[in-house]
């Protein structure tokens, strides 16, 4: 008999100890495979799921830096790992996002895993607040394929050099070659990494917005004009009370005016009887 306990999606109450809101337990489906239905999932756990300490940053300060420092990159986006749910128990933390980076041989395995997981994680957040996918995976493994096929013609090429130092002098052609391939590979590389990070980056400020927040500098501006309504609030009744004391005073001016055209008359007729 099937255990149907085990098969239901937990909800807040069912968690375990120490876990994260959204947790699942390792019998369940991958909720980041394409295959996923979403409308399997209740509405406690969805909410859970949504749950995220994600904070806007510019898209175009991210990719500047992320090309220009890749340091930036593995410690800025492995915060944004622990900024996100642990939904799956292969999500990984702030902790080991970053702490594998620096295991010999390994990162560079780990560095796929990095941004296929990152990838993942976004595209599930936007899915559940959408229903769509905004970031692919082609970009960034294209990044490291142009930069591999330049590496590669980088030390075939010089291989060729080596070689033809026994009586052939095309020497200088090799040399050039190597160098020029390796330069092209890396700028493709840097080049397609700059419009990954770009997408990545664009796709955190939007969920960011579409759950009201909003970076500092703009909350800074409205709390500082929140002020400046209250006192122009604050300085209409004292507008109305003046254009009532001005209204009062025409009014006023205008019976004495009538009433002195009055007296007039009556003593014109007096005058004439």
């Known amino acids: 008999m099937e255990n149907t306990e085990e098969m239901r999606w937990p909800t ?9 809101s959204g ?10 495979s394409p295959m996923f239905d979403l409308n399997t999932v209740d509405e406690n756990s969805k909410l859970g799921w949504k749950q995220h300490q994600l904070r806007p940053f510019s898209t ?3 990719t500047a830096l992320a090309v220009l420092v890749p340091l930036f990159a593995i ?10 749910p642990m939904i799956h128990p292969r999500d990984p933390s702030t902790g080991k996002a ?10 560079m395995v780990w560095v796929f895993m990095f941004w296929s997981r990152m990838v993942d994680r976004l595209n599930l957040q936007f899915r559940l607040r959408t229903g769509t996918n905004p970031l692919g995976k082609g970009l960034y493994i294209s990044s490291y394929v142009a930069s591999f096929i330049g590496m590669f013609f980088f030390v075939f090429f010089n291989m060729l050099y080596a070689e033809s130092y026994n009586g052939y002098n095309g020497e200088d052609f090799y040399l050039g070659m190597a160098w020029f391939l390796y330069a092209i590979g890396n700028v493709a590389s840097m080049v397609l990494i700059g419009i990954f990070i770009h997408k990545v980056q664009s796709t955190i400020n939007e969920i960011c917005m579409m759950d009201g927040i909003v970076p500092n500098q703009m909350m800074q501006q409205q709390m500082g004009q929140q002020p400046m309504m209250q006192q122009q609030m604050g300085q209409q009744p004292m507008k109305q009370q003046q254009m009532g004391q001005q209204q009062v005073a025409d009014d006023g001016g205008t019976a004495d005016a009538e009433r002195s055209q009055g007296e007039q008359v009556d003593r014109e ?5």
């Open 12 to 20: 807040a109450d069912m968690q375990p100890m120490g876990t994260t």
């Open 23 to 32: 947790y699942i337990p390792p019998t369940m489906m991958d909720p980041y």
């Open 60 to 62: 175009v300060g991210a």
């Open 75 to 84: 410690i800025y986006y492995g915060l944004i790992h622990g900024r996100l």
């Open 98 to 107: 970053i702490g594998f980076f620096f295991i010999p041989i390994f990162s």
């Open 269 to 273: 007729v007096t005058g004439t009887g």
